[in-house]
């Protein structure tokens, strides 16, 4: 109030404070105490809302487009979607191009069909105060299925593996990618355990890639990203199902 | 923001809740967690009532042949010949009684016009419908009619939400919903509540909006899951192509021991549940493709059900997997047909709709009794409202038809509990009032958690403060006169 109601102002002071800036840890000490977090002991712990997660996979992966303005775009929608609702009378058509990985702010609306990968959007019919946080199995399927999520991986494979050339793997550069993707949702190093998970996973998917060319380059030729040259598909698919698990953990959609 | 806003709650409490995330998290979390146990309550902030169900139930699930948009009682069911002498008199004041009309027909006079189809008498119990629902009729020795249905609401939005969640403004969970939450599931490899949406010949002029099966402040993962009449019926469910199921298995447990490390530091519940539901979403890629592909059918079911039945998204097809669904233990099935709104040309209209549904209805029905199913699954047949005896158009025309009507209409529900051969509630000469046992909205819902073995008052869901309830606050019954 003493501000003249800047909500700007009220926010700032929120976000830079100490209290909100905390580690969301908890001991189980701490959570039979003040089970709700009402004395604010830590940081909040909070999934993402689903269009946050869409633009964190965006920059974590290096594809999103900053620019801010102008008219909206079409995103990702699995087919049929449109065609349910609106009967033929309206075609939808993703966009092409660099407007594909603006935020999602950006993304066509209507209220009678949200987009498909917002999983707990409003409904834009009552107000409503606060998003809902919901944890289905409809979420898990989007955001391993989703084209967005999907070229949002393959990127964040190729982002980590540049400098290696053809093949990490053979340059022993194993380590080196899944630490840089990490590195790159998480804004942390992974623990020595977190890391041997991963290189099991990708040792599996690596083995069965190297047998099954044109399977890995089925899997990387995903939404509009370039065709990928020969010899490297095997590699980079291994790298991208791993990637898309790193943007698939809890702690990859949540707030600490 | 002013203080008049200040005044109705704190806005800074919200921002700051909203931004802190205070404990939801971890309580939505706990929740989400015993939902996956197979148990709703034990959530004491949801103020879900404990030991539900109450008693034993008489049916263990729901089918819902949700016909949208008014079918006709007049021409269907509620048959009254006496209209014919009365035909295109003017509808007497003293039975309208003061009855709002829609903008459509309001300040046009209001001219009686008789049935235009030919009604007979089906069966051992001599019920009374229309011959444009031939196989229905010859099924009704298992139906229970409810001929004295009452809303209160004239136009289709208000009038479908009403009859689905109790109340027509939306925000509240469906009937569903409500059973999801307390109830739960038999499959742990499927929702709870599924729906099932007629993919029409020709495009459907009226909207079926995703809150009719909405959880309104019910949590959402106990909304209604559509499955679409597409190649997909459920949204991302395909694995990408090149990723084959073994990878997708060890991915998962990647992740799965990735998130465990997590909660470990974290004491996250919610990670647990998120495993859970990512579990749940390899399953459903398993179990929804076997569902819905009906090859395994013999012939013979296609030939029960129709010619229809072999249109991908057709009612007649969503009959057949309501029965696989109901087979597979799946708590809630509901179907939606639309189009039933005969405004004109009702001749010609009702009688497509009533090819599109009847023999896939009457089907349904002998496909769960002769699978010894029928005793435990309750069959609802029913629409948002009935119409007006008096014609819309012209009233001696075949391109005549009828405006909504809130205060009489038609439903049928079969097995689950009801009595068989049964016929309830009467209307007055005109079909316009039920004036013999009324059967409200909150009645009609009252009975149907009454036979699932839910008492209807005492099971709540506290939200802004409130304990809600699917039958609102005033009085419903259960209509103890058509259980069995």
């Known amino acids: 109030m003493d501000n003249h109601w800047d909500l700007k102002h009220l926010v700032k002071r929120i976000l830079t404070s100490r209290t909100y800036q905390q580690d969301s840890a908890v001991s189980a000490e701490l959570l039979g105490r003040d089970p709700d977090n009402r004395l604010l002991a830590r940081g909040a712990r909070f999934r993402l809302p689903s269009w946050m997660i869409r633009d964190a996979s965006l920059a974590a992966s290096g594809l999103l487009n900053r620019t801010v303005g102008g008219p909206p775009i079409f995103a990702y929608q699995p087919p049929g979607v449109w065609q349910d609702q609106f009967m033929g009378r309206f075609t939808y058509q993703s966009t092409l191009g660099p407007g594909q990985y603006r935020r999602t702010i950006y993304t066509f609306w209507r209220r009678s069909s949200a987009p498909t990968f917002l999983f707990d959007s409003a409904m834009r019919r009552t107000c409503e105060v606060v998003p809902r946080r919901t944890n289905t199995p409809l979420h898990a399927l989007t955001l391993l299925n989703d084209v967005a999520a999907l070229e949002a991986a393959r990127k964040l494979a190729e982002r980590a593996g540049e400098g290696f050339g053809k093949s990490p793997h053979e340059k022993g550069g194993t380590d080196v990618v899944l630490k840089t993707m990490f590195q790159l949702v998480l804004n942390r190093p992974p623990a020595q355990r977190e890391l041997s998970v991963m290189k099991r996973e990708q040792r599996k998917a690596l083995a069965y890639y190297r047998e099954n060319h044109e399977a890995a380059r089925t899997f990387v030729s995903v939404g509009q990203l370039p065709t990928v040259p020969v010899g490297i598909e095997a590699d980079l698919a291994a790298n991208m199902l791993i990637a898309s698990l790193i943007l698939n953990l809890d702690e990859s959609i949540t707030h600490e | 923001m002013n203080d008049r806003t200040m005044g109705v709650s704190d806005p800074l409490d919200v921002t700051r809740r909203y931004f802190l995330g205070r404990g939801a998290a971890v309580g939505v979390g706990a929740m989400a967690l015993s939902s996956l146990l197979g148990k709703h309550s034990g959530y004491p902030e949801a103020g879900a009532s404990d030991n539900v169900p109450h008693f034993a139930p008489k049916a263990k699930r729901v089918i819902f042949l949700t016909q949208s948009g008014g079918p006709s009682q007049l021409e269907l069911y509620d048959h009254k010949p006496g209209l014919v002498d009365l035909a295109g008199q003017k509808l007497p004041d003293s039975v309208r009684n003061g009855q709002r009309l829609s903008d459509m027909t309001k300040g046009k006079p209001q001219l009686v016009m008789p049935a235009h189809s030919v009604f007979r008498q089906w069966g051992k119990a001599g019920a009374t419908v229309s011959e444009w629902l031939p196989h229905i009729g010859g099924i009704s020795d298992e139906l229970c009619f409810i001929k004295s249905m009452v809303t209160d609401q004239i136009n289709h939005a208000p009038a479908m939400t009403k009859f689905l969640t109790g109340h027509h403004l939306t925000g509240r969970p469906s009937m569903g919903c409500w059973f999801s939450y307390g109830l739960g599931s038999e499959n742990q490899d499927l929702p709870d509540y599924l729906v099932l949406l007629s993919k029409m010949k020709r495009g459907s002029d009226q909207p079926l909006y995703d809150h009719y099966w909405g959880s309104g402040f019910l949590p959402s993962e106990y909304q209604g899951v559509k499955l679409r009449s597409a190649k997909d019926p459920v949204?991302?469910?395909?694995?990408?192509?090149?990723?084959?199921?073994?990878?997708?298995?060890?991915?998962?447990?990647?992740?799965?021991?990735?998130?465990?490390?997590?909660?470990?530091?974290?004491?996250?519940?919610?990670?647990?549940?998120?495993?859970?539901?990512?579990?749940?979403?390899?399953?459903?890629?398993?179990?929804?493709?076997?569902?819905?592909?009906?090859?395994?059918?013999?012939?013979?079911?296609?030939?029960?059900?129709?010619?229809?039945?072999?249109?991908?998204?057709?009612?007649?097809?969503?009959?057949?997997?309501?029965?696989?669904?109901?087979?597979?233990?799946?708590?809630?099935?509901?179907?939606?047909?639309?189009?039933?709104?005969?405004?004109?040309?009702?001749?010609?209209?009702?009688?497509?709709?009533?090819?599109?549904?009847?023999?896939?209805?009457?089907?349904?029905?002998?496909?769960?009794?002769?699978?010894?199913?029928?005793?435990?699954?309750?069959?609802?047949?029913?629409?948002?409202?009935?119409?007006?005896?008096?014609?819309?158009?012209?009233?001696?025309?075949?391109?005549?038809?009828?405006?909504?009507?809130?205060?009489?209409?038609?439903?049928?529900?079969?097995?689950?509990?009801?009595?068989?051969?049964?016929?309830?509630?009467?209307?007055?000469?005109?079909?316009?009032?039920?004036?013999?046992?009324?059967?409200?909205?909150?009645?009609?819902?009252?009975?149907?958690?009454?036979?699932?073995?839910?008492?209807?008052?005492?099971?709540?869901?506290?939200?802004?403060?409130l304990d809600f309830r699917l039958t609102g606050v005033e009085p419903a019954r259960v209509v103890h006169e058509i259980l069995a």
Not at chain 2, 304 to 330: M, Q, T
């Open chain 2, 235 to 465: 949204l991302y469910l395909n694995d990408p192509q090149g990723l084959p199921r073994n990878l997708r298995r060890g991915m998962l447990d990647g992740l799965k021991d990735l998130n465990a490390m997590r909660q470990q530091k974290t004491g996250d519940p919610e990670i647990e549940a998120r495993i859970q539901q990512y579990e749940m979403a390899y399953r459903m890629q398993a179990s929804v493709p076997e569902l819905t592909d009906v090859s395994d059918e013999p012939e013979s079911t296609f030939e029960l059900y129709g010619p229809d039945s072999r249109r991908a998204g057709s009612y007649a097809a969503n009959c057949i997997l309501a029965r696989r669904l109901a087979e597979r233990g799946v708590r809630f099935i509901q179907l939606f047909h639309p189009d039933w709104d005969h405004h004109s040309r009702l001749r010609s209209w009702c009688t497509a709709r009533c090819r599109d549904t009847d023999q896939a209805s009457a089907a349904l029905i002998k496909d769960l009794k002769q699978r010894g199913m029928l005793d435990d699954t309750l069959v609802i047949w029913g629409g948002e409202f009935g119409r007006s005896p008096a014609g819309q158009g012209k009233w001696d025309s075949p391109e005549g038809g009828r405006d909504h009507h809130p205060r009489c209409f038609t439903i049928w529900m079969a097995g689950g509990g009801v009595k068989s051969g049964f016929s309830f509630g009467a209307t007055d000469d005109y079909s316009y009032n039920a004036v013999v046992d009324p059967v409200h909205v909150r009645d009609l819902h009252a009975t149907v958690l009454h036979l699932m073995g839910i008492e209807h008052e005492k099971f709540t869901f506290r939200s802004q403060g």
